[in-house]
Nanobody, 116 residues
Framework: QLQASGGGLVQAGDSLRLSCAAS????????LGWFRQTPGKELEFVAS????????VYADSVKGRFTISRDKAKNTVYLEMNSLKPEDTAVYYC???????????WGQGTLVTVSS
């Protein structure tokens, strides 16, 4: 089970940290990540991290602004979002998969709204 939290309403330029607490299993060799979706648009990949090595991948649209990390002791993945823009407004979903994130398990979404 994946439980996402941390969304909210912020102004452009602000920061926000999303959390995804995982329970029910260990994630050895898994990948975890974040996707986002706005109404009328396709689901967009944001960032991912491998549980073991902590290898990260970012979408070009968030590189340099967002940081994904994981806390093994807390079984939690974080998405630190800085310099937020109105175009970052979306429902953010955390995901986890044993073979990358092609067919992951999904958590519920958390809404991030960035006002200009």
């Amino acid at each position: 089970q994946l439980q996402a939290s941390g969304g909210g309403l912020v102004q452009a330029g602000d920061s926000l940290r999303l959390s995804c607490a995982a329970s029910g299993r260990t994630f050895t060799n898994w990948s975890l990540g974040w996707f986002r979706q706005t109404p009328g648009k396709e689901l967009e990949f944001v960032a991912s991290i491998t549980w073991n090595l902590g290898t990260t991948v970012y979408a070009d649209s968030v590189k340099g602004r967002f940081t994904i990390s994981r806390d093994k002791a807390k079984n939690t993945v974080y998405l630190e979002m800085n310099s937020l823009k109105p175009e970052d407004t979306a429902v953010y979903y955390c995901a986890a998969g044993p073979s990358g994130l092609r067919n992951p398990y999904w958590g519920q979404g958390t809404l991030v709204t960035v006002s200009s």
